[in-house]
């Protein structure tokens, strides 16, 4: 798995259909309208996210490690 940082990672969202609800603080906030779930993305400058998390938001956003 490659790691990504929040912003890449909130770009990926977007092209899969999610949509941007707020801004929490460091914390961007996404819904998707065919799934149930709020992702929340950390977005620290440029930091990668960690791993766990990163798999973690992944699955819940159907996002396969040859999309990063």
């Known amino acids: ?9 909130t770009k990926l969202l977007e092209k899969k259909g999610c949509i ?3 801004i929490n603080g460091s914390h961007f906030i996404f819904t998707h309208p065919h799934h149930i779930e709020i992702i929340s993305v ?4 440029n ?17 396969k490690d040859n999309e990063l």
């Open 47 to 63: 930091d990668d996210l960690k791993k766990g998390l990163q798999k973690k938001l992944m699955g819940i956003a159907d996002i």
């Open 20 to 22: 941007l609800k707020r």
């Open 1 to 9: 798995m490659k790691p990504v940082s929040g912003k890449e990672f």
């Open 42 to 45: 950390p977005v620290h400058k």
